[in-house]
């Protein structure tokens, strides 16, 4: 059995492969998890943090609620996509507590984006790392960390009401 075992994460053993290598177990230890920042905009080449002016007085205050987050951004949804999908896509890493799915300001239909809150921390950083890039009702997803989800944020950001 190959078998791999992230440091920091000693309660879950993941079963990545099974083949026989000379009839001898082999443990990969990988390293642990990356900080907040870091896995913000994990799937960019260039690392920028987002700063949310509306919910966050300066950078720094945001980074501190990244520190501590169990929540995702998710974006390049399908606008098909509803929340019964994003629950069953992100329950694969872990138990999921809430999805605010990302709505038109003026039309309060899906604009593409949600918001995944995780019971537990390191639930938020395995699906980071697992799920960037999946496809999903036909689409390649972003998976972000982000800060927490605040009352107001569900709505796109956009001069229509639309995400952009």
Request: aromatic share 8%; with cysteine; hydrophobic share 40%.
């Amino acid at each position: 059995d190959i078998r791999i075992r992230p440091a920091s994460i000693n309660r879950h053993l993941i079963l990545l492969h099974t083949s026989t290598i000379m009839s001898a177990k082999t443990t990969l230890i990988l390293p642990p998890p990356t900080c907040a920042p870091a896995l913000l905009n994990a799937n960019a080449t260039e690392k920028r943090l987002y700063w949310d002016r509306s919910h966050y007085s300066k950078p720094e205050a945001q980074i501190c609620a990244l520190a501590h987050a169990s929540t995702l951004y998710v974006g390049n949804l399908a606008f098909s996509t509803r929340t019964i999908h994003l629950r069953r896509h992100f329950e694969q890493v872990g138990p999921v507590a809430e999805i605010h799915l990302g709505l038109d300001r003026f039309k309060k239909t899906p604009c593409g984006f949600a918001f995944v809150e995780y019971h537990h921390r390191i639930d938020a950083l395995s699906a980071v790392a697992n799920l960037t890039g999946t496809k999903l009702d036909g689409r390649l997803i972003r998976v972000e960390l982000d800060a927490g989800f605040k009352v107001g944020r569900q709505y796109g950001r956009g001069t229509s009401g639309g995400q952009v």
